[in-house]
Structure formats: structure tokens, C-alpha cells
């Protein structure tokens, strides 16, 4: 596709169970990052993701969040065992060198 | 990650008017910097980028101004319209000129400011 992709868009989900948020970058684009946006704030960096391999992962939140990614296009984020405090909207991007595209995000709710 | 307010900085203008949203970045290292719009429900959208080997740069209707002695961005936004209302965020990279494919640590977002435009 044209732009960054993300699914699903809305996910709701019950505490204590684990999801999967997708990222389908632009054809090409090396580089993908996840960031994080809750409610009326800033955007907070997770991951960031140069070809497969995830040189800095210095801002996932804690050992219950991990991310791949294969074949240098598609990455999932996966929280485990989710907590209220992880409802946020997800956001992915994807750069070729500089230049990134954001995807609109999945908006996570945990009940 | 960076801790933050619930309450973004609001900036109100009258249609028609021109704008100024201010940014203060953290890292003098920093080469390469980006101003984002996000509309509500939406993601962050490129507005404008500037290089640190710059201290200007136009588009259409908007103009960043860059002054690294303060460690300063701003970005101005001349007769602005209703669809400028949104939140603006500007972001800092390090290392993009130095070859590091696109910076290592990704990204480094300011807080972003509300813009309201008043009818």
C-alpha cells in the first residue's frame, strides 16, 4: 500500500490477556518504530527496528511487551497478560533514511 | 519514557491570523528536526523538516525557524484555516547526518502543542 498500515484499529481487550497490534510498513522502508500515545499526551518510544533486527528497545515499558519483525516489512507488537495502564493508541512508523510515516494507530483498551 | 502532563500547552488564534508554536529541544547533538501535526483520532501527519545546517525552511504556508544556539524550533503558520486546528509536535534526531541510517533511538518528541483556531 500507499502509506503505513495497522490492525486492527480498535482493540478491546479484558485484563490479564495478551494481544497482537500489526504494522504493515511502506515497501522499502528500512526503518519501523513503535511508539506509544495515551490519552492527551505526547508520544513515548517503544522500539525501533532497523531491517530485522531491534538495535535499541531501550523504551519498551517492561518484560510483559515484545516486538518482532520478519522479512523487513511486517512487525507485531505483542503485550502480555495486558494491564488497564497499557490502554493507549499504538502508534507505528517507517522511514527509509529520514522522513518517517506514521500509521493511524491502534487504539487499545483494556476493561 | 518521557513522563508528561495530561494538559498539552494550547495555543488560540483567530482564522486568518498567523501562528507561532515553540519548541525547545533537549540535545545540542541533535541534526535533524521534524514538526508533526496530529488531528485528532489520527496519526502524526509530516508537516515540514529542517537540517541542522539550516536555520530556515519554507513550505506552503508554514516556515520553520531553527536557532541552535538556544536549542530552539519553532513553527510559524501564516492565515491559518480550521483544518489547522490540531496538536503539533516537534522532534529531534540524532545521528541522521552522520551516517546512522536514521537514528539509532528513532525519533525524540517535544509535548506537543494544542492549536485552536477561533472562527
Known amino acids: 500500500g500507499a502509506g503505513v498500515s495497522q490492525s486492527p484499529s480498535n482493540k478491546v481487550t479484558e485484563k490479564g490477556k495478551d494481544v497482537e497490534l500489526r504494522c504493515d510498513p511502506i515497501?522499502?522502508?528500512?526503518?519501523l518504530y513503535w511508539y506509544r500515545q495515551r490519552l492527551g499526551q505526547g508520544l513515548e518510544f517503544l522500539i525501533y527496528f532497523q531491517g530485522n533486527s531491534a538495535p535499541d528497545k531501550s523504551g519498551l515499558p517492561s518484560d510483559r511487551f515484545s516486538a518482532e519483525r520478519t522479512g523487513e516489512s511486517v512487525s507485531t507488537l505483542t503485550i502480555q497478560r495486558t494491564q488497564q495502564e497499557d490502554s493507549a493508541v499504538y502508534l507505528c512508523a517507517s522511514s527509509p533514511d529520514y522522513g518517517y510515516t506514521f500509521g493511524s494507530g491502534t487504539r487499545l483498551t483494556v476493561v | 519514557g518521557e513522563s508528561v502532563g495530561l494538559h498539552l500547552p494550547t495555543l488560540s488564534v483567530q482564522e486568518g491570523d498567523n501562528s507561532i508554536i515553540n519548541c525547545a529541544y533537549s540535545n545540542s547533538a541533535s541534526d535533524y528536526f521534524i514538526w508533526y501535526k496530529q488531528e485528532s483520532g489520527k496519526g502524526p501527519q509530516f508537516i515540514i523538516d529542517i537540517r541542522s545546517n539550516m536555520d530556515k525552511r519554507q513550505g506552503q504556508r508554514v516556515t520553520v525557524l531553527l536557532n541552535k544556539t538556544v536549542k530552539h524550533l519553532s513553527l510559524q503558520i501564516a492565515a491559518t484555516q480550521p483544518g489547522d486546528s490540531a496538536v503539533y509536535f516537534c522532534a529531534e534526531n540524532l545521528g541522521l547526518l552522520k551516517g546512522s541510517g536514521g537514528g539509532a533511538d528513532g525519533l525524540t518528541f517535544g509535548k506537543g502543542t494544542h492549536l485552536i483556531i477561533q472562527p
Open positions: 515497501s522499502g522502508h528500512t526503518a
